[in-house]
């Protein structure tokens, strides 16, 4: 589920492009009224598939973007005005990231940085299966907007990451970020320099962040997922890292190798099935959304060679990795 606030600004970007808002979201089983209430949560699926129908109806490749332009910090609820409350960028990031799932269950977020540089990487939950191009232009877009709340209009990324192909035209999505885009990248992320993790905000209210974080405490409390998806948004996180393995998984659910493997199996599920699912299901997303070379993605998954994916792939799928982006790229 996602909060209806995700579609904030939907009809004005609409009807700027000749699209009737109302016929969009009946379409994919929304209602009209949908965003009467910002805190309503809606079928993630439906709102992927409304940003997709919406991006081939208007013909613009680059429609999240065009949404994106109407959503700031508001658009999050009560996760934006923490982050408006919080004493620098790095703990408003933080606060993002770690909230994040009250505002969306599909997707999360990642903060790293490496020396003076800081990623924010975007990631799409394994078991969904529409495509989330449109999804990545509004999230890096509104990314953008927040910062420059934060840091002052003139403020650009580095540069932004897409694990999609490039669109026949991507001129608006280059003026609107500032910066260059790469294509058919291992991850959705955007680059920017570590410096302003450190900068202040200017409406800090530690007494009102406070009484935010014990809310979106309790937020979460409702939020629970089963250990089985906590264990899969896991391997999402690590999947492309030397550290995919039950051992540090079991490390960052603060608990141990055996009483995981124990737990998982009173659910139904091992560690190495779980992980299997996501290789699959990623698998599927990056050879129907870009253009990386089987090779790459063979060891991007984690597998020793391109022939034992292609293998795997085909006994899960029934049809081989290229047959299956070839099928894909024809409909």
């Known amino acids: 589920m996602v909060r209806a606030g995700s579609l904030k600004g939907f009809h004005p970007t609409c009807e700027s492009l000749g699209l009737s808002p109302q016929i969009m979201l009946n379409s994919v089983g929304l209602p009209t009224d949908v965003l009467e209430d910002e805190d309503r949560l809606i079928s993630y699926t439906a709102f992927l598939k409304l940003l997709n129908l919406s991006a081939e109806m208007s013909g613009r490749a680059d429609f999240g973007v065009q949404l994106s332009q109407h959503q700031k910090l508001d658009m999050l609820g009560p996760i934006g005005f923490i982050m408006e409350s919080s004493p620098n960028i790095a703990t408003a990031l933080k606060h993002l990231k770690t909230y994040f799932h009250v505002h969306n269950e599909g997707a999360d977020l990642k903060l790293t940085t490496d020396g003076d540089r800081a990623e924010i990487t975007f990631l799409v939950k394994s078991d969904i299966d529409v495509s989330t191009h449109q999804q990545l232009f509004l999230s890096c877009g509104i990314g953008v907007n927040i910062l420059r709340i934060m840091c002052g209009p003139s403020w650009n990324p580095e540069r932004i990451l897409c694990a999609t192909k490039k669109p026949a035209d991507d001129l608006s999505l280059r003026r609107h970020f500032g910066c260059p885009i790469e294509y058919d990248q291992e991850v959705n992320a955007m680059v920017f320099s570590a410096s302003i993790l450190k900068k202040p905000i200017s409406d800090a209210n530690p007494q009102l962040h406070r009484i935010l974080k014990e809310h979106l405490e309790q937020k979460i409390q409702s939020h629970s997922e089963s250990l089985s998806h906590q264990v899969k948004n896991l391997i999402c996180q690590l999947l492309f890292t030397d ?85 894909c790229n024809t409909h």
């Open 243 to 327: 550290a995919v393995n039950i051992d540090k998984a079991a490390e960052l659910l603060s608990t141990t190798r055996r009483r995981l493997q124990r737990q998982l199996k009173e659910e139904g599920h091992t560690f190495k099935e779980l992980l299997d699912q996501v290789r699959f299901e990623q698998a599927k997303r990056y050879l129907q959304e870009s253009q990386i070379p089987l090779t790459q993605l063979s060891d991007m998954l984690g597998y020793a060679e391109p022939s034992v994916f292609s293998r795997a792939f085909k006994r899960h799928t029934g049809t081989s990795p290229q047959e299956w982006r070839e099928k």
